[in-house]
């Protein structure tokens, strides 16, 4: 018999630890190695959390060409079976997920009509709606098929049940050197010398450097968001039921078990902008708010063919999973499973190639 490979995952944000579940429950022997302190500290640390197939366009096109919208079809079917799976995976874990869909919000019905026109062309099913608690008096899309849940506290609640699991995991890896020895990779971590049959990178936007190792080149933008967190506060009957988008500024407020969130932007580094804008969206809310607890910025990892890589690479089993920029907690359980198909069932799958 055949005994299972070993396979190293740069990378513990949601994408490294998905692809480490998926192939975990087939048996292989995994480490996964980053090199911050404990899981989800990258750009997996404080998303919007929405898990929103609805949001497969890139978000760099504002006016998508034949191209785009083909990419669009293709994250937008990963992304439903992603969000399927996440379900799954997060009620096993013990933590909740929030159905009732995402709303996004728009400064007019005919903006917002041409906007539904626009998601049918790629498949995303929407209502036309306005509400005054849920999009603030506004004529919003309301996506009913999109979720959402808390994304950093599934990754370290998914870390735990794969150290329960046998997965092994450094931390604090900063200076990991890799290198290709012909049967495999040799990785070296501090002290340590990791041997392994295939070698994942799910680095986020450090990727691209971690190929450059192999004298690949990758394409990869770094695209930041802010984040503002907010104490929940004790009258809660006037706050949204499900995330709420702002098409203008690319972010979202989203309320979670024990905190309410203000996130996202395009290329944003500073969350002030993003905290001004929904104080002109719901005045009230905003007033009763407060000034936020917390705040965070992080880089998405954007490919420029608008859908992520999950690849291998001109190296024999040497593979990618990054370039998921706004979608990558939506993505990430899908991410996982095609992944290990590709490792494991010699899956052949163009839709999310890697031509490096
Ligand atoms: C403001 C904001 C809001 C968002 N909202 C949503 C949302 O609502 N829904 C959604 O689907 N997506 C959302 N996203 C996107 C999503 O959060 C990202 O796509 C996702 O977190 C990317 O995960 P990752 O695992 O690829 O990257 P990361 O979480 O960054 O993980 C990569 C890991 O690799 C490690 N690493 C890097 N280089 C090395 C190295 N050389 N050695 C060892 N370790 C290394 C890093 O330390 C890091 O932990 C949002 C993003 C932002 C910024």
């Known amino acids: 018999m055949e005994s299972s490979p070993n396979i190293t995952i740069i990378g513990a944000g949601l994408i ?6 998926a192939l975990s429950s087939r048996g292989v022997n995994v480490t996964v190695i980053d090199a911050r302190p404990g899981p989800c500290e990258g750009t997996s640390f404080s998303n919007s959390g929405m898990i929103h197939p609805s949001q497969a366009l890139s978000w760099d096109t504002p006016k998508p060409s034949p191209s785009d919208l083909d990419a669009a079809r293709v994250t937008a079917a990963l992304a439903k079976r992603s969000r399927d799976l996440l379900v799954d995976m997060t009620k096993r874990l013990g933590l909740p997920v929030r159905p009732g869909g995402c709303l996004q919000i728009f400064k007019d019905f005919e903006t917002a009509r041409s906007a539904q026109k626009s998601y049918g062309e790629i498949g995303i099913l929407s209502n036309i709606v306005i509400d005054p608690i849920d999009s603030f008096g506004r004529p919003a899309c309301q996506f009913p098929n999109d979720n959402s849940g808390d994304a950093r506290a599934f990754g370290c609640a998914l870390e ?6 046998g997965v092994s995991f450094i931390y604090g890896a900063a200076d990991t050197d890799v ?33 450059s190792k192999f004298e690949i080149r990758m394409q ?16 809660i009957d006037d706050l949204p039921s499900c995330p709420v988008m702002d098409t203008e500024s690319r972010s ?22 993003l905290v001004e804008c929904w104080r002109d969206i719901a005045p009230a809310l905003m007033l009763r708010l407060g000034r936020p607890r917390s705040t965070w910025t992080g880089v998405r990892p954007v490919s420029p063919v608008g859908r992520p890589y999950i690849s291998g690479s001109s190296i024999p089993n040497l593979w990618v999973n990054t370039g998921h920029g706004h979608m990558g907690w939506t ?26």
């Open 331 to 356: 993505l990430c359980a899908g991410s996982g499973e095609l992944m290990s198909e590709l490792i494991l069932d010699g899956r052949r799958d163009s839709r999310f190639a890697f031509s490096g």
């Open 16 to 21: 490294g630890l998905c692809s480490a579940d």
């Open 252 to 273: 979202a407020m989203t309320v979670f078990k024990n905190r309410v969130r203000i996130s996202g932007g395009w290329g944003l580094e500073d969350p002030a902008s």
């Open 160 to 165: 735990m049940d794969l150290r329960a699991r």
């Open 179 to 211: 290198r290709h020895t012909g049967a495999g990779f040799t990785v070296r971590v501090s002290d340590q010398i990791l041997k392994a049959d295939h070698l994942i990178l799910a680095a986020g936007i450090q990727t691209a450097s971690l190929l």
């Open 220 to 235: 990869l933008k770094a695209v930041s968001g802010a984040a503002a967190d907010f104490v929940l506060p004790e009258i």
